[in-house]
């Protein structure tokens, strides 16, 4: 069956991200490797801003309109700069399963392979990026708490909009914030007001980020049957392990229930004990 995506038909549906590696990217300096098989997987780093460079990296990875092989590269100049980076992704389409390899100096990258796995099928530079171009890519999902939009699945008539209100209510319920109305507009831009006296939650934004976002992918997945991968971020630094791993626990059950395929890049100095979750590397375990 074709499936179709925004009005257009895809040939392949980027359904699950399975592993993600680099050699060191900004402020994820040092070489990092992610491989998991679940519905939910969060990867959390030990700061923010490493987390909002992974994203950056993975959007690079799945664009197609930032490779140049062409360019030349004096490449011990730029090794000794960590100008060079080498990042390879692992993902599952309806039909295959694919290794994406990626060499960038700057955003662009100047040397790309895409291999079908247990295939002898391999693209190579302009190649691989067409056949990237030709699927319905991962959406990915950049930080920005504040104009919250709908970037998954548009409110196209009430019962979607009322739905996916719904939802978000229910889950917050669900955390135990009562005092927060979250409304959304029907250009898709998200609100909320908080009632009452409540302490000063600066992940209360990010929060409603990560919850939007499910509400969209699962009112996606229930009209249409099939939501590509997410890839987002949440910034919940200053909550409690309670906390953390409640949201945890939430997003993971609800991933599992409506067959969402769900990345969350976070951030917290300390480890998340959680099946779900992978930890890079901390600065302590250099010292």
Not at 35 to 52: A, F, T
Not at 223 to 228: A, E, I, Q, V
Not at 249 to 259: D, G, P
């Amino acid at each position: 069956m074709e499936e179709y995506i925004q009005g257009e038909k895809a040939m392949e549906v980027v359904r699950e991200i399975t592993s993600i590696s680099h050699d060191g990217f900004r402020n994820m300096w040092y070489p990092f490797h992610f491989e998991k098989d679940k519905r939910c997987n969060i990867i959390n780093c030990e700061y923010i801003r490493e987390s909002l460079d992974l994203i950056k990296l993975m959007q690079w990875m799945f664009a197609t309109n930032n490779h140049n092989s062409n360019t030349e590269i004096n490449y011990r100049e730029a090794s000794a700069k960590s100008q060079i980076i080498q990042c390879d992704v692992t993902f599952s389409t309806d039909k295959h399963r694919y290794q994406l390899s990626r060499i960038f100096t700057g955003k662009f990258s100047v040397e790309a392979r895409l291999e079908v796995v247990d295939s002898t099928i391999v693209y190579f530079g302009q190649d691989a990026i067409s056949t990237i171009q030709k699927m319905a890519r991962p959406i990915i999902i950049s930080a920005n708490s504040r104009g919250i939009r709908s970037l998954i699945l548009n409110p196209q008539d009430n019962f979607s909009k009322q739905s996916m209100l719904n939802l978000v209510n229910w889950w917050m319920k669900n955390l135990g914030i009562n005092n927060v109305v979250v409304g959304l507009k029907s250009n898709g831009y998200w609100s909320y007001n908080e009632t009452g006296t409540r302490r000063n939650d600066r992940h209360l934004p990010w929060l409603i980020v990560l919850l939007s976002n499910l509400a969209q992918a699962t009112v996606r997945t229930r009209k249409f049957g099939f939501c590509p991968a997410i890839l987002c971020i949440g910034d919940f630094e200053d909550v409690t392990d309670f906390e953390r791993n409640s949201i945890f626990e939430l997003v993971s059950t609800i991933c599992k229930e409506e067959r969402i395929n769900f990345l969350l890049s976070t951030a917290s100095i300390d480890e998340a004990q959680s099946e779900n979750v992978t930890n890079t590397t901390r600065f302590s375990d250099y010292q």
